[in-house]
Every structure is written in C-alpha cells, then in structure tokens.
C-alpha cells in the first residue's frame, strides 16, 4: 500500500521560501510519478509540479515556473518542493500525490494515491 506524508507547510511573507516534504512507501513498481497539487478555499485542487521515478525529470505548472523546484533524495524515499518567491495566491492546502507509471501529468485524475496535505499560508 502506498503510503505519503507531507510536511513542512507554515506561514511565510511575501516573498519568502518553504520546503515541502512528501516521504513516500509502498511502491510496487520501480516506476512511478509523484505530484504536488495545491487547492485554495472555493477553488480546484491544482496540479503544482511532478517528478517521474525512472528518469528524474520534472514538469511544472505556468503558475510556479521559475520559483517552485521539485527534486528527490538519491533512495527516492522523499520528494521535495522547494518553494521560493512566494506569493499570496500561493495559499492554500499542498498534496503530495503517486500513482505507479512513467507519465509526467498535472491532472489529479491520474494520481490515485494521496497524503492528507499540509497548509501554506503566503502573507501580503
């Protein structure tokens, strides 16, 4: 069973850095996508970044190109987001995200694991 847990969320100003954690088990295949999604009040959850298992390569949403950074400790035990620049329309609840294939996708519906999210809150 797959198994995700986030960490690291908190309250940051404007302009300031966070790292997100996402500690990950439970894989059965060697290949597989993890995900950040982030979902503000009233709004849909929306697809951050990803990372595929099996080459390392990366995928971001327009909206963090250039600050967010995605990247995995050599065991592939964690992921991270590393998140720099920080707006206020950052806001909202951070999921880490899996399911086992080598696909580099921002749509929630390919990702059948997920972990409880963590909160980022981005003041003005």
């Known amino acids: 069973e797959v198994q995700l847990v986030e960490s690291g969320g908190g309250l940051v100003q404007a302009g300031g850095s966070l790292r997100l954690s996402c500690k990950a088990s439970g894989f059965f295949s060697d290949d597989y996508t993890i995900g950040w999604f982030r979902q503000a009040p009233g709004k849909e959850r929306e697809g951050v970044s990803c990372i595929s298992s099996s080459d390392g390569l990366a995928y971001y949403g327009d909206s963090v190109k250039g600050r967010f950074t995605i990247a995995s400790d050599d065991a592939w035990n964690t992921v991270y987001l590393h998140m720099n620049s920080l707006k206020p329309e950052d806001t909202g609840v951070y999921y880490c995200?899996?399911?086992?294939?080598?696909?580099?996708?921002?749509?929630?519906?390919?990702?059948?694991?997920w972990g409880q999210g963590t909160q980022v809150t981005v003041s003005s």
């Open positions: 995200a899996a399911f086992e294939g080598d696909l580099l996708s921002l749509s929630p519906y390919e990702y059948d694991n």
